[in-house]
């Protein structure tokens, strides 16, 4: 087949969900990235357990939406896949810089960014690319893009906490011999300032665990 491939640019519309006020006595404000499968609205669910007053939450969505198998009721979400990354993740970095634009975020406060499962692969990609400046990044689960590399993450302030949150039974990472891989390449991007985490648990997000994390 005698096929050319093209591209094309044009004005698209995506939602997001925050969870909370922002207010004066917010303490931390939070950027979470959810996994695949997941809708922002129903991601959020999980952060409900932390103090309403002190803790903002925005949740971005992931663009590709598709219907669950195997009843193909419910709908769930992708974020990127190995079909043109590159692409697919400057279209994202462009929506993210929409959201923080349109947040207008204050610079003071405790600023968390969390990514679970595929949600890591944007988050990371996100930071690198823009240099965003946080106190705390929280690996939940998820394996970070390959072609990261220290130099992408030297911005970072020497007060930027690091986490790699996993359980020990992850049937993605641990039981398909990935982990090892992943704690490798995220200490030779944070150095000392990476903290890893283990848990009793699947393939889950371990509330309790990044609660007390960035309580500390």
Same mark, same amino acid.
């Given at each position: 087949?005698?096929?050319?491939?093209?591209? +094309?640019?044009?004005?698209?519309?995506?939602?997001? %969900?925050?969870?909370?006020?922002?207010?004066?006595?917010? @303490?931390?404000?939070?950027?979470?990235?959810?996994?695949?499968?997941?809708?922002? !609205?129903?991601?959020? !669910?999980? /952060?409900?357990?932390?103090?309403?007053?002190?803790?903002?939450?925005?949740?971005?969505?992931?663009?590709?939406?598709?219907?669950?198998?195997? =009843?193909?009721?419910?709908?769930?979400?992708?974020? #990127?896949?190995?079909?043109?990354?590159?692409?697919?993740?400057?279209?994202?970095? !462009?929506? /993210?810089?929409? #959201?923080? @634009?349109?947040? &207008? #975020?204050?610079?003071?406060? &405790?600023?968390?960014?969390?990514?679970?499962?595929?949600?890591?692969?944007?988050?990371?990609?996100?930071?690198?690319?823009?240099?965003?400046?946080?106190?705390?990044?929280?690996?939940?689960?998820? @394996?970070?893009?390959?072609?990261? &590399?220290?130099?992408?993450?030297?911005?970072?302030?020497?007060?930027?906490?690091?986490?790699?949150?996993?359980?020990?039974?992850?049937?993605?990472?641990?039981?398909?011999?990935?982990?090892?891989?992943? +704690?490798?390449?995220?200490?030779?991007?944070?150095?000392?300032?990476?903290?890893?985490?283990?848990?009793?648990? =699947?393939? %889950?997000?371990?509330?309790?665990?990044?609660?007390?994390?960035?309580?500390?």
């Amino acid at each position: 087949m005698n096929s050319t491939q093209k591209e +094309i640019s044009y004005q698209t519309s995506n939602t997001y %969900e925050t969870l909370n006020s922002l207010t004066d006595k917010t @303490k931390n404000i939070w950027f979470v990235c959810h996994g695949m499968g997941f809708l922002s !609205r129903y991601f959020l !669910r999980y /952060f409900e357990s932390l103090n309403k007053e002190e803790n903002f939450i925005i949740a971005p969505q992931a663009p590709s939406k598709y219907y669950l198998p195997p =009843k193909m009721r419910h709908v769930g979400a992708s974020w #990127l896949t190995k079909e043109n990354t590159p692409l697919e993740m400057e279209n994202i970095v !462009r929506y /993210f810089d929409g #959201l923080f @634009k349109q947040e &207008n #975020l204050p610079p003071q406060g &405790n600023f968390i960014v969390l990514g679970f499962s595929q949600g890591v692969s944007v988050a990371l990609r996100y930071l690198a690319k823009r240099e965003i400046l946080c106190n705390q990044i929280i690996i939940h689960s998820g @394996k970070i893009p390959h072609e990261l &590399n220290p130099l992408d993450f030297k911005y970072l302030s020497d007060k930027t906490q690091v986490h790699l949150i996993y359980g020990n039974h992850d049937e993605y990472l641990v039981a398909k011999g990935y982990i090892e891989t992943e +704690i490798s390449h995220a200490q030779s991007l944070f150095g000392e300032r990476l903290k890893i985490h283990p848990f009793d648990g =699947k393939h %889950e997000i371990n509330m309790n665990l990044v609660s007390k994390l960035t309580q500390e």
